[in-house]
């Protein structure tokens, strides 16, 4: 999407503040609270495939609509059309691969592939960058703009090209299944059995709320570095690299105990603060250490969740998770824009490494007891 790393600063060039930007992205937060569970029972009574090629066919007009008619109502409208397209894939994504491997005998090689398939996406995202750069320099908002929008064209095409051998859970198959609401009772059933489940689902939104929220400021971060508007998606390519090594990483990291993990956390934590408060391009490089790290936690989360659920509610579970991350989302936001308004984007990411140091303490404690 090659209006990734400049679609911050077609809000902030269209004349909204901080505040309005920070409003735009907790109603990208709450249309996925409101959607992430009832999509997820959707992706297990139905079809997780449908939901999957459906999605980014609705987050092509929302992009369509921030370049045709750019106004507060208009980015609105298409964060509200992004949110739908997120909770129809969180969850439905995760359920499909994990249980396509485990069809094959191949559960085990879970983190792996997720892994890989994170990289590959997040190769793609770098490469749109570095085109995004020349691209917005000749010809502006409208070219990286359409672009973006073939691009979620070609994501659904492909969607459709994914096996999926489960029968549908509403009886759509010629059999009778639990259905949509049935599903939606055993999945939060299950979470309520089983504190394993729980505590694997509160580690979700632990370790990927704040840096997902922190990622949507980034262009503002780079920018008060003093580089030129050309020059930030080149910079937000270096990020995105350390998060693809991080998702590279998740197959050996696997292993990695709860002592690990919150080392893990600490020095990611660290990393963010120190490279945020130096306000140079250099300190960039830091917090793409810190981007690394924290998508590495990120998938062993969701690797640890998917070992304990069972197989009936995995898009429902998932999507659970979920739903906490976006919940959490929305206080950063808010909190974000107060931070922002006091002590600027350095500032504001450097305190926002507090809840990780947090999360490595009670993960560690945890350990102990």
């Avoid at 679609?7 to 902030?12: G, K, M, N, V």
């Avoid at 920070?22 to 992706?43: C, H, K, N």
């Avoid at 919940?327 to 350095?346: D, K, N, P, R, S």
Wanted: glycine share 12%; net charge neutral; charged share 10%.
């Amino acid at each position: 999407m090659l209006l990734y790393p400049v679609y911050a600063l077609l809000f902030a060039d269209t004349g909204l503040s901080v505040w309005q930007i920070s409003s735009l992205f907790v109603l990208w937060s709450a249309t996925g609270v409101l959607l992430e569970v009832p999509s997820g029972a959707w992706a297990d009574a139905f079809s997780r495939r449908a939901l999957l090629w459906l999605g980014p066919l609705l987050g092509a007009a929302g992009f369509a609509l921030w370049v045709l008619v750019p106004s507060y109502w208009a980015f609105a409208a298409g964060f509200v059309l992004w949110g739908v397209r997120g909770a129809l894939g969180s969850g439905a994504l995760e359920a499909l691969v994990y249980e396509e491997l485990e069809r094959l005998g191949a559960a085990h090689r879970y983190a792996r592939v997720m892994g890989r398939a994170h990289a590959v996406g997040q190769a793609a995202a770098m490469a749109a960058m570095g085109l995004a750069g020349p691209l917005f320099a000749a010809h502006g908002y409208p070219a990286v703009g359409a672009a973006s929008v073939l691009a979620c064209l070609l994501c659904a095409a492909t969607a459709t090209r994914f096996p999926e051998h489960r029968a549908p859970a509403d009886g759509t198959d010629g059999t009778e299944g639990p259905g949509w609401a049935a599903t939606l009772r055993a999945g939060l059933g299950e979470a309520h059995r089983d504190r394993s489940v729980r505590g694997a689902l509160l580690l979700v939104p632990a370790v990927s709320a704040v840096w997902g929220a922190l990622d949507e400021y980034t262009p503002l971060l780079v920018r008060d570095t003093g580089v030129a508007d050309a020059t930030v998606p080149y910079l937000l390519m270096l990020l995105w690299a350390g998060v693809t090594a991080g998702s590279l990483l998740a197959g050996p990291a696997e292993r990695l105990g709860r002592t690990g993990f919150a080392v893990l956390l600490t020095v990611s934590a660290l990393a963010l603060a120190a490279g945020a408060v130096t306000g140079t391009p250099a300190g960039i490089a830091l917090v793409a250490l810190a981007f690394g790290g924290f998508q590495l936690a990120t998938v062993l989360a969701d690797v640890r969740l998917q070992h304990r659920i069972e197989d009936g509610a995995r898009a429902t579970l998932t999507s659970v998770a979920s739903l906490g991350t976006e919940a959490v989302t929305i206080g950063v936001y808010a909190g974000y824009a107060a931070l922002a308004g006091l002590g600027g984007h350095a500032a504001a990411f450097a305190l926002c490494a507090v809840p990780y140091l947090v999360t490595a303490v009670v993960t560690a404690s945890a350990r102990r007891r």
